[in-house]
Every structure is written in C-alpha cells, then in structure tokens.
C-alpha cells in the first residue's frame, strides 16, 4: 500500500498530503517565476564551480600598467585598482558569496530548527525561556549584532558564517516551533505517546518530516537574504579580505571609483542583486508546490502559476 506523508491543514484541522517529489517538480517548472530563478541559481551555481575554466584571467594577477580601465577586447569589463581583470574577480567573487550564504543558512536552519522542535514539542517553561532568548536576538539590529561578531572574531570568511549564524537562526526556530504546536495535538502523535514512543522518537521520526515544508522555504528565501547581509559586511570592509574577490569586496572598492570606472560596481552590485532575487522567486515557487491549499488553488488556473512574494525573513 502507498503512504503519504501528512501536514497539518490549519483550515481544515486534519492531515493534508504532501506533495512528492515529482508534484514539486513539475509545479515548479509550471512556475515562470520560479523555474526563471532555478535557472539563475544554477548558472550561478556552475559559474563557482567552473571558475577556473570561466574566467580569462587569473582574479590576482596584476598589471599595473593597465590600471582602472574601462571596457576593451582584452578585459570586457575593465580592470580594477591594481590592474586586475574585473570579469575574472566578478566570476571567482561567486565561490566566496555563495559559499558564506549556503554555509550560514545551513548553520542557522540546523541550529533553529533543532531549538524549534524542543521549544514547540516541550512547551511550558521550556518553551518560554526559548522564545524569550529568540526574541532577545530578534530585537537587535542585524548589521549592529553582526559587525559586533565579527569585530571580536576579526574579519574573515569564518567570522561572516558564524555572524549570520547567529542572527538568522532565530526565524527558523520560531516558524518549527510554530508549526510543531500544531502538529503535536494530531491524533497520530497521542497513538505515538500512546504505544509508548519516546519524546526522542516523536521529535524527530514524527513531527520533524511534518514541518519540513515551510523550513525549505524559508531557508531558500533567508539564503538571498544571507547574501545580502554578506555583501553589506564585505562592503564594510570586515568580510573577505584582499586578494579573495567577493561581490561585496569588489563593490566596497568600485564604489571609490565609480566616476571613472562605473563597472567597477555596477558588475558585483547587478550580481548580488540577480542572485538575491533567484533565490526569492525560488522560495515563493516551493511555496506553492509544498503548501497543498495553494497547490489546489493553481491547479485551477488551467496550469498558469504566477505572483512573487517580495517578503524576506532575513531583511524584516
């Protein structure tokens, strides 16, 4: 016999089937939007990756009788400050943005989620020491807290993963723990508690696959967010430190140079913007194919998927 994995329906008050992989798929190539930023991220994805072979030259090497020039045949975006091929450092700053982003929302979604699931499955005095400490952490402000980290840490990829770490695990506990308080009071969790199941068990074997569908949405949503506020602390000069291109590096120097070398900026800025914006169209798509009321809903467009959420946890 075919099972489905069940999720709380908050209209209803009963299980709702999840979609499968393939459901999630197709209603994802069916989303204009979404399948757009699948193909932006991985362009992105496979342009770090393939660096080496992208890139014309290499992003250190220097001429410094070619200094802050603009456009030509040899270097189609200019060189920088120092002599350097801009197309290359653009190319080679993805694998350190992306890779602070992807590392740091998994930290924060790992840590969050597991805070999360105690928080909401525990209840009472747990529960409320948890979300006092959450609350804590969310009423500071971001880039403060963050440049406060990485000051202490001193500046490196290290100090930027563990600085958003610490400010975005908090959306992913309170959205778990949100949804594991509804979950919990189904009656397959009382069989569970019932049959004997350990608290261990119910977390992890019964309500944690149960909640999983708006954790991936938020964690594809927060990564756009993560590389924004990567950016904003590279551009502070306390990111990624010369001669590691990033975007946020690049745009900080560019940025002295914008009258006469307005690529310098342009290129890394239009970048940051692309890949934020992948990463939101994605979350909004997996929003709709992971919630069953809003799958229901499209289908009856006559297969026409359509809207962008413009909310981001990570920047409210």
């Not at 999840?18 to 204009?32: D, I, M, N, Y």
């Not at 590392?103 to 999360?116: C, D, E, K, P, Q």
């Not at 928080?119 to 609350?135: E, F, P, S």
Request: aromatic content about 10%; hydrophobic content about 50%; proline content about 5%.
């Amino acid at each position: 016999m075919k099972t489905e994995n069940l999720s709380y329906n908050q209209d209803s008050g009963f299980a709702a089937p999840q979609a499968g992989s393939w459901e999630v798929f197709r209603a994802l190539t069916k989303h204009r939007v979404a399948f757009a930023g699948i193909v932006i991220i991985l362009s992105l994805a496979a342009m770090a990756i393939f660096a080496p072979f992208l890139a014309p030259y290499d992003p250190n090497e220097q001429d410094l009788y070619r200094v802050l020039q603009g456009p030509s045949y040899q270097h189609l975006l200019g060189t920088d400050d120092v002599g350097r091929d801009l197309l290359s450092r653009v190319i080679y700053g993805s694998r350190a943005t992306l890779m602070m982003g992807a590392l740091s929302t998994f930290f924060s979604a790992l840590i969050g989620v597991l805070i999360g699931l105690v928080a909401g499955y525990k209840g009472g005095v747990v529960d409320m020491v948890v979300m006092r400490i959450t609350d804590t952490f969310m009423c500071m402000p971001a880039l403060v807290l963050m440049l406060v980290i990485v000051s202490a840490l001193g500046p490196g990829m290290p100090s930027v993963i563990v600085s958003i770490t610490a400010l975005a695990w908090t959306w992913f506990a309170r959205i778990v723990r949100g949804q594991v308080m509804l979950v919990r009071e189904l009656p397959y969790i009382e069989a569970a508690h019932a049959l004997g199941a350990s608290g261990f068990r119910i977390m992890f074997k019964h309500l944690l696959p149960n909640v999983m569908a708006p954790v991936i949405v938020t964690a594809t949503i927060a990564l756009g967010g993560n590389i924004m506020l990567e950016s904003a602390v590279s551009f502070l000069g306390l990111g990624v430190q010369q001669p590691t291109p990033s975007w946020g590096n690049e745009l900080r120097i560019g940025y002295s140079y914008l009258e006469i070398v307005p690529l310098f900026s342009i290129a890394p800025g239009l970048m940051i913007t692309l890949a934020v914006l992948a990463f939101n169209f994605m979350g909004d798509g997996l929003r709709d194919a992971l919630d069953p009321r809003l799958r229901s809903s499209l289908r009856s467009r006559s297969g026409h998927y359509g809207g962008v959420s413009g909310n981001n946890p990570m920047m409210g």
